[in-house]
């Protein structure tokens, strides 16, 4: 697709993965209503189509984040398809429920093929490109649960956690290349991903944190908390010394 | 006896992310990526317009990349950068006749030609850009009232067309595509051999006189008086002066001399006599200069800047000098990168052509509405033009006005909004626009400025050279391709 590309007023293009429903599906809703033009993947193909007729300017691929090797060509005709690319966010994730007395490797598998993994398989070809064009923002959604190992959800801390220090390098290593890399923390927000937690508080709507996740990217934010209050919790809960951190409830 | 190996040439060229860079416009506010090819001969132009075939990606071209804006980009295409065609083929120093390819720099141009005592005859203010470039812009200079354009002076040029064909055009020979390729901003094919005709000169300097200028009303008065004996003219205007004063500034006056008049023409018609110079005061290096003006390139500190200039001219005023060609051309080169100055937001310049008969009231009302809308242009030069038989030519009977704006995140709305305000007057005024320094014309525009046959006859030409439309330009796309609808 050929498309007109004004200097003072550019059309933006971007990649929402995972964006069926959530918070990735109040991205494309976001963005699109900020004039880009995106490129939506999920892989429920019905929810898929239902979030990009909602949104202006959006189109829907059907992928399996699991599906990598595959990720490179469709990286590719997305790329071709938008007429470039500004803007990656990874979004893809799953959380199913975990008993506490409960080591299932299948769900830590799955955790970490789809969180960490795919993370990884798409925001490697974004970052390959924006090391070329010197340029571009890459997002991950990752989760206030990286910052620690909560006795909780063992697997699904480390895949957090390993994606936030995956972005961090892709960050050490793309800064000098012009390109933005930026770690968004989400706390308790209203998704279909909440139904699993063990417990809630401060929980915004899909949209508000959508909206604080483009506002974040678009001001090159490196590390964003969402909401911004998180950032001083996690920071007090990151410095509980391990022998308090394992006796507390949290 | 050894057996002779014949070399078969061979197009492996692919779409690889290594091709991939950032294409940024001159002015800086806007870039672009696209994978850039730069052959060094016709055979692998041709196989890079094979591959876009192959793959269905469009092809843009690009010279020296001093377009302000997008007339050099292809965003998410091909991006043939010809700057590595750089071999003069032929040099006849008794006729001034020149051949080259295009990516010969006018630099490297009139290096070649100057000791044998011929110079470009069009020069633009930067010595960067390159003559196949020149030529799809058609550029002008500060003689554009004496001389018309670049492509005045072009005889002939070979042109291969995107199946990789080759055709040559002059005004005798498909003179329709010659008219049409000079100014057609690369739609129609790639120049790979162009021959000029050079201008002789008789000194490697110039006679400069300073004229100050009170007002742009005094300005366009010193324009008219000198027209009819000057070689060259040109006008830095304050644009940020207001009241009585608006459009204050300053006219650069020169002739060429005589071959009485330099005693030492085969030392000033040297190379080195025309260096401008690698440190600013003996000390400050020329190339770091846009730092020290980068804390002055803002709203409160540009007026400053202006006041200096201007008061330093009322200083000047009569002032006459001889000065090599180089030096007193090649403006834009005395601080390399100083558009840097402006910020990470770049600039974007707005130059309009208008009528001679209206062109002091344009230019009055456009300066007032700038100031109007807080947006007073940093840089303003006026200039002088004539009408040329080009097809989408800028010329014109009359005066041009280059506007430099600061562009930053927060001012692009009202820039847009700027523009378009003065479009109306410029077209309501038979005023016409120039691709290499546009960032905001709308195909409307360009269709009202160039008129509907012209438009028409242009996209007939576009069809027979270019039938699959695989030579594209952001700006193409922007201005040219939304009128086919």
């Known amino acids: 697709m050929q498309t ?5 007023e550019p059309t933006k293009k971007a990649i929402v993965v995972g964006a069926s429903s959530g918070i990735g599906a109040a991205l494309v809703r976001d963005l699109s209503a900020r004039g880009y033009r995106v490129a939506a993947l999920a892989r429920r193909e019905a929810e898929l189509d239902a979030v990009c007729a909602d949104a202006d300017n959006a189109t829907a691929y059907v992928h399996d984040v699991t599906d990598y090797e ?35 490797f299948e769900k830590d598998h799955q955790m970490i093929a789809v969180n960490l993994l795919g993370a990884m398989a798409w925001l490697n070809q974004a970052a390959q490109r924006f090391d070329r064009t010197k340029g571009g923002s890459i997002a991950a959604v990752s989760s206030v649960a990286g910052d620690r190992g909560r006795s909780a959800f063992p697997g699904y801390h480390t895949s957090k956690g390993a994606l936030s220090v995956y972005m961090e390098s892709l960050r050490n290593r793309l800064a000098k290349r012009g390109a933005n890399i930026t770690t968004i923390k989400p706390g308790f927000v209203d998704t279909p991903l909440l ?17 604080q996740i483009v506002n974040a990217i678009e001001a090159g934010k490196q590390t964003v908390y969402v909401p911004g209050r998180w950032r001083w919790v996690m920071l007090i809960i990151q410095h509980i010394p391990s022998f308090i951190f394992r006796r507390m409830s949290i | 006896m050894g057996k002779l190996k014949i070399k078969k040439h061979t197009n492996s060229l692919a779409l690889t992310d290594s091709r ?86 006018l630099r490297e141009l009139w290096e070649y030609t100057l000791a044998d005592g011929w110079w470009p005859p069009v020069c633009t203010g930067t010595m960067y850009i390159t003559i196949g470039g020149g030529a799809a812009m058609n550029v002008h200079g500060k003689n554009a009232f004496k001389v018309g354009t670049l492509g005045e002076h072009i005889l002939e ?89 608006l459009g204050r500034g300053e ?187 546009d960032s905001v014309l709308r195909p409307e525009v360009a269709q009202a400025y160039l008129g509907d046959s012209a438009v028409q006859q242009f996209r007939m030409l576009k069809k027979r050279c270019d039938p699959d439309d695989i030579i594209q330009t952001n700006f193409w796309r922007r201005v040219f391709v939304p009128l086919a609808d």
């Open chain 1, 4 to 8: 007109v590309d004004r200097p003072l």
């Open chain 1, 70 to 104: 595959v990720v490179p060509e469709l990286f590719q005709q997305i790329v071709r398809d938008l007429g470039g690319l500004d803007v990656i966010v990874y979004n893809a994730g799953v959380q199913p429920q975990v008993a506490a007395d409960e080591y299932d």
């Open chain 1, 195 to 211: 139904e699993n937690a063990d417990k809630t508080f401060w929980v915004i709507s899909a949209a508000d944190a959508a909206r």
């Open chain 2, 20 to 105: 991939l860079e950032k294409v940024t416009s001159w002015g800086g506010a806007s870039r672009s990526e696209g994978w850039v090819f730069r052959p060094t001969t016709a055979a692998q132009l041709a196989d890079v317009f094979a591959l876009a075939r192959r793959e269905g990606v469009s092809v843009g071209l690009r010279g020296g990349g001093n377009s302000y804006g997008d007339a050099a980009s292809n965003q998410n295409g091909i991006v043939l950068d010809l700057t590595r065609m750089k071999r003069i083929l032929e040099w006849q120093p008794e006729t001034g006749i020149v051949t080259v390819e295009p990516g010969v720099t």
């Open chain 2, 157 to 245: 040029f070979d042109l291969m067309l995107s199946n990789g064909e080759t055709i040559t055009a002059s005004r005798d020979e498909n003179s329709d595509i010659f008219h049409a390729a000079i100014g057609g901003f690369g739609m129609l094919g790639c120049f790979t051999r162009l021959t000029l005709q050079m201008k002789r000169i008789y000194s490697g300097e110039v006679a400069v006189q300073i004229i100050n200028s009170r007002s742009l009303s005094e300005m366009f008065a010193q324009f008219r008086d000198n027209v009819p004996t000057s070689d060259y003219l040109v006008g830095w205007v304050d644009c940020t002066a207001t009241g009585k004063m």
């Open chain 2, 251 to 437: 006219v650069h006056q020169a002739n060429y001399l005589t071959a009485a008049q330099d005693r030492y023409p085969q030392a000033t018609m040297q190379r080195d006599h025309q260096h401008l110079g690698d440190t600013l005061f003996g000390i400050v290096p020329r190339s770091a200069m846009w730092r020290f003006m980068q804390p002055f390139w803002n709203r409160p500190g540009i007026p400053w800047v202006n006041r200096g200039k201007y008061w330093s001219s009322r200083l000047k005023d009569g002032g006459r000098y001889r000065q090599p060609h180089a030096q007193f051309h090649f403006l834009l080169n005395y601080f390399p990168d100083w558009q840097k100055a402006t910020g990470k937001g770049g600039l974007i310049q707005y130059q309009p052509f208008v009528p001679a008969a209206h062109a002091e009231a344009v230019f009055t009302t456009i300066l007032q509405r700038c100031q109007a809308a807080k947006l007073a242009p940093y840089l303003g030069v006026l200039k002088r033009h004539r009408a040329d038989p080009f097809l989408m030519t800028h010329g014109l009977d009359g005066y041009s006005f280059a506007l430099d704006f600061k562009v930053t995140d927060s001012n692009r709305p009202q820039l847009v909004a700027l523009c378009r305000e003065l479009d109306a007057l410029v077209l309501a005024n038979g005023g016409r626009f120039y691709p290499a320094k």
